[in-house]
């Protein structure tokens, strides 16, 4: 027991630091050697450890995702285009549309490493207006299914289908956002109390816009390939966009700032956070286009111009009782409104559920930064002006009205 006591004494004392300087090793070396036992490590698990006891033989689970299913006709096929998101290398061997098996080609290989990408392409005569389904089935006898909803020609990139996609983008995002700002004379008429009404009330509308969007990446991160792991990116993408915004210098100088500065600075960020999710929301109308599944009638154009009108209202409400000029609103309308149309184009004509998932993500962390920046204002303002009553009604309409239009919207 006494030599015990001893020895745990002794190593008790021993101290780390020390130990170290004493070998006088090189800095890189003390960077590298842990990284190097670490390869070891592994070889030694990979060649002698539990891991090839375990391998009973069995291949891996594939995991074949289906990202996109271009129609096209002249001559009538069909574009099947896959990812490998599993953790072994795939051969697509048959394909079947509407249960029946179909000759078909691919491109660049048969055999899909891990992440690779591969355009199937099926000679079948499509019905406009109809649905078809697409199964894919593997070397191993995994099946893989796709449907077409709607049967009709895709977007090519060519002129025609660029001036189709803007006027949606124009349509959905930049004309609601410019009839908003037309509320800017109204709004400078405004005391000092009701101003901080209609911040509270833009703090609301972004809320909805942070929720709304936020809800989106999630149910597009289901349709990411697993490999990239779709929840975690929408979590990157969130919390690494407020993390940006925060570390933004210049512009954290002038938003802690209540001066014409300031305000302007902030505005700006409405802007910016309207257009990210205006980005995101402009590829799910361009990928709807895109498939068929949306009738652009004149009752769906006035629903998406009433939703998206509040957001002009939300972005001038922080430089209502400044003087600024057409131009920097012209460019406020901008910023909210002509991601739309680049949306549009992306999801009309390359749509990727990764980029979706992710650019959604990124405008709910843009709307939450930007409403804790109207909470900052209003507390600069007076310790008690955001529990004021009218500011709390404000914020409870913000949501409200853009729930009530985005109802609409669904209709």
Known sequence: MRADWHIREALAGVDATRVW???????????????????????ALALF???????????????????????????????????????????????LVDDAYWTHTVEPDRTLPRLGRAAITIPYPWVAGEPHEIKLLTATGLVFTGEVPVAVESPMPDSRSLVALTMVGVYVGAIPVALGLLWYPFLRRMD??????????????????????????IAMAGNVPSAYHGTSLVVVGLIGTLAALQLTAGAR???????MAGRRALAIFVALSIGLHNLGEGMAVGAAY????????AFLIVGFALHNMTEGLGIAA???????????LAGLGLLAGAP??????????????????????????????????????????????????????????????MYATALVVAA
């Open 318 to 328: 922080p430089v209502a009782h400044d003087r600024v000029g057409f131009p920097f």
């Open 192 to 217: 000092r109390r009701w101003l901080h009404f209609f911040l509270m009330l833009t703090a609301g509308l972004l809320v909805f816009l942070a929720t709304d969007a936020l809800a989106e990446a």
């Open 49 to 95: 450890g539990p891991l090839g006891a375990l391998d009973r033989g069995v291949p891996p689970v594939e995991a074949l995702t289906i990202e996109r299913i271009d129609v096209r006709a002249d001559p009538s096929r069909l574009v099947v285009n896959v990812v490998n998101g599993g953790p072994a290398e795939v051969t697509i061997a048959q394909t």
């Open 340 to 401: 739309t149309i680049v949306g549009a184009w992306l999801g009309g004509l390359a749509y990727l559920p990764v980029l979706a998932a992710l650019f959604f993500a990124v405008g709910a962390g843009a709307a939450l930064q930007v409403v804790f920046e109207i909470g900052a204002l209003l507390q600069r303002r007076g310790a008690g002006e955001l529990s004021r009553p009218t500011n709390v009604i404000g914020f409870a309409l913000g949501v409200a009205a």
């Open 253 to 259: 100088g002038r938003l802690e700032r209540d001066d």
């Open 21 to 43: 300087s004493g070998l006088r090793l090189p800095l890189w070396v003390v960077v590298v050697l842990p990284l190097v036992l670490m390869g070891l490590l592994l070889s």
């Open 290 to 297: 895109s498939v068929g599944e949306m009738a652009l009638g």
